[in-house]
């Protein structure tokens, strides 16, 4: 029998698989048996003993075996439907009593896959309703007891669970892997470097798919998390070293701007300000273009830093524009920029999809500073020489709409700034060809900020602490997760209670702020927020960034339970930003243990970089940073990104890579591996 090299097509598994599952797998991208050994699984079930039924609802999900006693497909009305199977723990035998109902909506399929009498592995997470435990949209697989096709690879084991695969069930995935792996010619499977040299990649790749052990699993899942990563960072200094090879603007030389800038406010920048700006002219001084990220936690003073960088690029001769995700935002800081800069006699323009408003007259030339929303990157949009390009809260856009904007100058530097604290070992991965500065101090003569954890609480109790603070000339936000009511989620609105609240504050101006206004409505109610003339706002998450009221001292977010730890982080952000102590209420109905301890952590602390650790804690890399957006959709090990030793670890073993190699020319794979650089602002994200 002879071996299967791993660039061997898929084709080679005809032995044991039917033509439809081998199409099935190159649809998905799966083309040589290498492919298919490096679709890892996403977890494992201990099928040596299983979950007991459960008598009531739980926080994690169980995996319970059980034989189907009965399944029904029901309608819900119109063309939709759901099948329903009710499971019962061991036969059907009378003295059995524990089961649970499994419900999968619109998939009219199922019932071709699963009916009475079947045995069955299942995993999901059990509620209750009307007296029943359920389950909703289960995993599950039909246990078989034939023989005939190797049972031990599905029970009585450590199973390795796969990511879906062109339809192919799991049964049949475990069996082609498990052949692959029977056959695999252990020359081929070479690791890109030595991560481990106790460890071939061949003896891991077989143990990462049927592990004897939970240990040895996560033993075999670390090590091709560092080969990912290995990877990874090998890209990011790859990227950087091309970036710092191009020829640059050399920028900042004159500082009389600066100066007078300096000696115009009325207040001193904090050290970890001033730390930054120098490091920003240090960067836009060179000869290469400057790459840098400012990191700082709410109210940190991001946008001074951002002032001074663009009057360095102003002095030199350059434009500089800064592009904000949202109109409201992009309005602030043009509020902002225009106060500030007010002395210094600068022409500075707003550009956003709604409106455009410039602060001079057009005789007086082309405006030296654009502030504006994403419509700066269309060619509406005219630049005479774009030298420096500022982008705020910058993971809330997508790749290409950075890189077009950076497009519109030649060489111009980059600043990219996010008010969301990254821990250290994402910082490291995905920004890793950016230089980073960090604001970690707050400017003098803020507020005290105290938050307050209440569960269930009178909503009498709630609005007197309402009427109490706009009684003391003070403004509120009234915050929701929704716009409008949702039959599918039991949570609140913000149109739906806005008129209640109308009643329960009369005597004062409410306003009503969500995503779904026209911008020239959101725009009137910000005015009118800001000028005071509305006391409190009912909003959703339209107000986590860019709204800045100093009189603003009180946030009650409802619903708290439904918002990640760094979001809520960032709506508290919007009060404390005056000399009044202010209050931020988080209002839970407190069904779910995880979700107050989660909150508590807002109660504990204000420091951004500690919440942001609980947060990827507690919801993972993925859910922290929005895959999607930020370029690690990708990546099959994000879990291990919070394993500060392992990405460090892979860091220098690509710092050494390229050291001995810098061309890659002795490792011909490695240098296949290099993606091309994409997005000069976006770190790894141009990946």
């Known amino acids: 029998m002879s071996a299967w090299p791993v660039s061997s097509p898929l084709a080679v598994l005809g032995e044991i698989a039917a033509p439809k599952e081998v199409m099935a797998l190159e649809a998905a991208g799966l083309r040589t048996i290498g492919d298919l050994l490096d679709w890892f699984p996403r977890r494992y079930e201990d099928r040596r003993r299983f979950d007991a039924f459960p008598a ?26 759901f099948y329903e199977a009710v499971i019962q723990e061991g036969g059907g035998g009378i003295l059995t ?24 592995v299942l995993y999901g997470k059990p509620k209750e309703q009307s007296g029943r435990l359920l389950i909703d949209h289960p995993e599950f697989e039909v246990v078989r007891d034939d023989g005939a096709d190797g049972p031990s690879l599905h029970l009585e084991r450590i199973v390795p669970i796969y990511p879906s695969a062109g339809g192919v069930s799991q049964r049949r995935l475990r069996e082609m892997i498990h052949a692959a792996l029977e056959r695999l010619d252990p020359a081929g499977v070479q690791a890109p470097c030595e991560l481990d040299p106790a460890r071939s990649r061949d003896e891991t790749l077989r143990a990462v798919h049927f592990p004897a052990t939970a240990g040895e699993a996560a033993e ?32 900042g030389a004159r500082t009389a701007l600066l100066k007078a800038f300096y000696q115009s406010l009325p207040f001193d920048l904090t050290a970890a300000q001033k730390r930054s700006v120098k490091e920003v002219a240090v960067d836009m001084r060179r000869e290469f273009p400057m790459n840098r990220l400012l990191q700082g936690d709410v109210g940190s003073g991001k946008t001074f830093v951002a002032m001074c960088a663009m009057l360095l690029a102003v002095e030199s001769g350059a434009q500089a524009a800064l592009m904000a995700p949202t109109q409201i935002l992009a309005e602030q800081h043009y509020l902002t ?8 006699g600068l022409r500075i323009t707003l550009v956003t999809g709604a409106r455009e408003e410039s602060g001079h007259l057009e005789l007086e030339g082309s405006p030296q500073i654009v502030i504006g929303t994403h419509a700066l990157i269309y060619e509406r949009v005219e630049f005479r020489d774009l030298g420096l390009v500022v982008i705020d809260e910058q993971h809330k856009f997508g790749v290409t709409q950075r890189g ?40 003098a003569g803020r507020g005290r900020i105290v938050t307050a954890l209440r569960v269930k609480p009178k909503v009498s109790d709630v609005a007197g602490f309402v009427r109490a603070q706009l009684a003391e000339g003070r403004q509120a936000y009234l915050v929701y997760p929704l716009v409008e009511e949702s039959g599918a989620v039991k949570a609140r609105s913000a149109s739906g209670e806005f008129e209640k609240w109308r009643n329960r504050l009369k005597g004062w101006e409410v306003g009503l702020l969500h995503g779904q206004l026209r911008p020239e409505e959101k725009e009137e109610v910000m005015n009118r927020f800001r000028d005071g003339s509305l006391k409190a706002l009912v909003a959703t998450t339209v107000v986590e960034v860019g709204v800045d009221v100093p009189n603003a001292n009180l946030m009650v977010v409802h619903h708290a339970e439904r918002f990640g730890l760094a979001q809520l982080h960032q709506l508290r952000g919007r009060i404390g930003r005056g000399a009044h102590k202010s209050y931020c ?8 243990r995880e979700s107050l301890d989660k909150l508590r952590v807002l109660e504990q602390t204000n420091d951004g970089f500690r919440i942001a650790e609980e947060d990827l804690r507690l919801r993972g890399p993925g859910e922290v940073l929005g895959t999607a957006q930020s370029g690690m959709a990708g990546l099959r090990f994000v879990e291990y990104l919070a394993d500060t030793n392992l990405v460090r ?39």
């Not at 497009?407 to 991965?429: E, F, H, K």
């Open 56 to 81: 009531q609802a739980a926080a994690e999900a169980v995996c319970l075996r059980g034989t189907v006693v009965d399944a029904v497909r029901r309608r819900l009305g119109g063309r939709r439907s």
């Open 97 to 120: 009593s524990n089961r649970v109902t499994c419900r999968w909506f619109n998939m009219p399929y199922i019932h071709r896959m699963l009916a009475a009498g079947h045995e069955v």
């Open 220 to 251: 075999a899942r670390r090590y091709f998390a560092k080969e990912e990563f290995f990877l990874l960072q090998l890209n990011v200094l790859w990227r950087r070293r091309l970036y710092r090879g191009q020829q640059g603007r050399r920028q």
């Open 337 to 344: 920029f225009r106060k500030w800069l007010a002395p210094l």
């Open 404 to 443: 077009r904007l950076v497009r519109r100058g030649i060489m111009p530097d980059v600043l990219v700034m996010t008010a969301t604290p990254i821990p250290r070992t994402l910082t490291l991965t995905i920004y890793g060809d950016l230089d980073v500065s960090v604001l970690d101090e707050l400017p």
């Open 585 to 592: 209420i988080l209002l839970t109905d407190g069904r779910n």
């Open 649 to 687: 670890e892979a860091r220098q073993l690509a710092e050494q890579m390229l050291q001995r190699d810098p061309d890659l020319r002795n490792h011909p794979a490695l240098r296949e591996c290099i993606r091309p650089a994409g997005d000069p602002a976006a770190g790894t994200q141009a990946t």
